[in-house]
C-alpha cells in the first residue's frame, strides 16, 4: 500500500509541476485577443496596400491606352487631312485646270513639232508620287492597344506564376 501511495503523490507532484509550468508560460487572455486583433489588422493592411497598388496600376495602364487611343484618333485625322491636301494638289495640278490656267495667263496651244526644248542638267524631271500603300499591307486591323497595357495584374501575377511552377517542375516548353 506504501507503495501505490508513493506513486500518487509522484504523479500528483508531476502533475502541480506540470500545471505550474504550463501555468507560468500560458498568457493572458487579454493578451491572447490583442494578438489576434493585431494579426487581423496586419492582414487587412497588407490586403489594403496590395489592393491600392493594383488599382494605381490599373489606372495608370488605363489611362495610358486612352492616351494611346487619343493620339491614334489625333494620327488619323491628320492622315485624312494630308490625304484631302494631296488630292486639292492633284486637282490643282490635272491637265484640265492647268490647261484653262495657261489659257487664263495668255499661253497658246502650239504644235509639238514646233517646240523648242531645253535640257537643263542636273533636273531629274518630276518623280512619279505613290499614293497608295504597296498591295498586301493593311494596317486597318492592327490592334490600336497594346498588349502591355491589355493586361491586368492579375494576369500577369498569375503568369509569372505558371512559369515559377513550370521551371520549378522541370516541365520545358
Same mark, same amino acid.
Given at each position: 500500500m506504501t507503495v501505490s501511495n508513493e506513486r500518487t503523490t509522484r504523479r500528483r507532484k508531476r502533475a502541480s509541476v506540470k500545471t505550474k509550468f504550463t501555468q507560468a508560460f500560458k498568457q493572458a487572455p487579454w493578451r491572447n485577443q490583442v494578438q489576434y486583433a493585431g494579426l487581423f489588422l496586419l492582414v487587412l493592411v497588407v490586403i489594403l496596400l496590395v489592393a491600392s497598388v493594383y488599382l494605381s496600376i490599373s489606372g495608370r495602364a488605363?489611362?495610358?491606352?486612352?492616351? &494611346?487611343?487619343?493620339?491614334?484618333?489625333? @494620327?488619323? #485625322?491628320?492622315?485624312?487631312? +494630308?490625304?484631302?491636301?494631296?488630292?486639292?494638289?492633284?486637282?490643282?495640278?490635272?491637265?484640265?485646270?492647268?490647261?484653262?490656267? &495657261?489659257?487664263?495667263?495668255?499661253?497658246? @496651244?502650239? #504644235?509639238?513639232?514646233?517646240? +523648242?526644248?531645253?535640257?537643263?542638267?542636273?533636273?531629274a524631271g518630276r518623280q512619279p508620287v505613290v499614293l497608295a500603300a504597296p498591295p498586301g499591307i493593311d494596317d486597318s486591323h492592327r490592334s490600336l492597344v497594346l498588349p502591355g497595357y491589355r493586361q491586368s495584374l492579375w494576369d500577369w501575377l498569375f503568369q509569372g506564376i505558371n512559369r515559377l511552377s513550370e521551371s520549378v517542375g522541370g516541365r520545358s516548353q
Open positions: 488605363a489611362a495610358a491606352g486612352l492616351s &494611346a487611343y487619343r493620339l491614334n484618333l489625333d @494620327r488619323q #485625322d491628320l492622315e485624312r487631312q +494630308i490625304s484631302d491636301r494631296k488630292a486639292q494638289i492633284a486637282q490643282l495640278t490635272s491637265a484640265v485646270v492647268m490647261e484653262e490656267r &495657261a489659257k487664263a495667263m495668255g499661253f497658246k @496651244r502650239i #504644235d509639238p513639232s514646233q517646240a +523648242i526644248y531645253i535640257s537643263v542638267p542636273g533636273y
